[in-house]
């Protein structure tokens, strides 16, 4: 399949999720492709016969669910390190950076995302995202899948599956990299990220049958529900907990850590820090919204206008917080698919500025004005804007964010 084709098609989430948990290019740049790369796992579950039947029967399996698109194949020497691959063809000729925005645009403009419900597709999306590379750890009781770094936007991905495929916040475990003893001592780890395994396998299921024996062998339990292709079991849910430590640490990491030059001293403090933000948030008793994340957690300053007024003769001070009161604004607004609630679409503005920014309610040169000094003030909504549009041309960008202001 040609990758804009791809881009442009009605295609299964399933391999929606697969390209959207990790990807590949070949050294000529022709193709990128997803893949599966499992061995017969000694310390979990030794079993090389089973190991070796089931790529078999998985091939089928990924083909028969991706109709009709039956493209996957057993790995060669053009895919290393491969024992099935889905290829497409990079007739667009894209970059790494290129082919994630598109994706993630393609993905976040699918209806299936916004479905209240946890629907089937969205269960695929999540089987493509996670079997296809996934291990079991018997010890922490998880599913684990490394965190491959193709792009800046590697913690927009477990945003995405918490924001909108319902997974229970609770479920997930994200072990950052620089956080790990041996990166600290100079071992390259990669970031991990983690469901609890008694609720993937109670409500995802696993389609390999060498995961599904592994997953009998040592976690013992044998009540299982056979869907289709898909093995269910009955186990015992985790309990629901507090997810402000969650929220916390993922927004701190992403702002604070995640590709900044740090000291081992920065990364001990911080691994402090994180742990002592709960009582911060409890301070403020806010709920665990993106937008209140931003409203309280971020400095008080219209990112609008803060070169032009004191912000006292733009606004009031809230007197539940004793703090000038600030709007939050979408810079993306996407009608058909909801606003992008991601803190690098948000911008804290004061509420003049907010009402220059509503579709028709200033002239068009001041609210291209007004997004630019935005860009300014707040390069992470710049490079987020960047990346949806997968556009670089500042004016360009800018008009793009200006058409779509509601």
Known sequence: ???????????????????????????????IYTYSAYRNWTKVYNNQELCEKSKISFLEQLNDICKPYSYWFKGNKSFPKTDIVFALENDLNLTKENFFNRLNRKIISSDFIYENSFTEQKKMFIRGFSELRGSMDRNRHLFTMDYVKNSQQETKRVRLLIDNLNVPVYVVNYNFREF?????????????????????????????????????ANFHYNSIRKDGFVTYFECTQPLESDSTTF???????????????????????????????????????????????????????????????????????????????????????????????????????????????????????????????????????????????????FEKLTDLVWKSLK
Request: proline fraction near 3%; hydrophobic fraction near 35%; aromatic fraction near 14%.
């Open 180 to 216: 790990q003893p041996d990166y600290r001592a100079g071992i390259k780890r990669e970031t991990q990220l983690r469901f609890n395994i008694f609720w993937y396998a109670t409500n995802i299921g696993f389609i390999n049958e060498y995961r599904v024996a592994a997953f009998k």
């Open 1 to 31: 399949m040609k990758v804009s084709k791809f881009l442009q098609g009605d295609i299964p989430s399933f391999l929606l999720g697969a390209f959207y948990g990790r990807y590949e290019f070949t050294k000529d740049n022709k193709f």
């Open 247 to 393: 929220e916390n640490r993922l927004a701190y990491y992403t702002h604070n850590v995640f590709d900044k030059k740090l000291t081992k001293e920065d990364l001990l403090k911080f691994h402090d820090m994180i742990g002592k933000t709960t009582q911060d948030i409890e301070k403020f008793k806010r709920d665990l919204s993106i937008v209140n994340y931003v409203r309280y957690f971020t400095p008080d300053i219209c990112v609008c206008c803060c070169d032009d007024y004191d912000i006292t003769k733009r606004t009031h001070i809230d007197p539940r917080t004793g703090r000038p009161y600030f709007e939050i604004h979408h810079m993306i607004s996407v009608g058909k698919i909801k606003e992008l609630d991601d803190v690098d679409n948000l911008a804290k503005i004061c509420p003049a500025c907010h009402a220059s920014l509503g579709r028709g309610s200033a002239d068009e040169r001041i609210q291209k004005e007004c997004i630019k000094k935005i860009f300014k003030h707040k390069p992470n909504i710049l490079n987020f804007c960047q990346s949806y549009f997968d556009e670089k041309d």
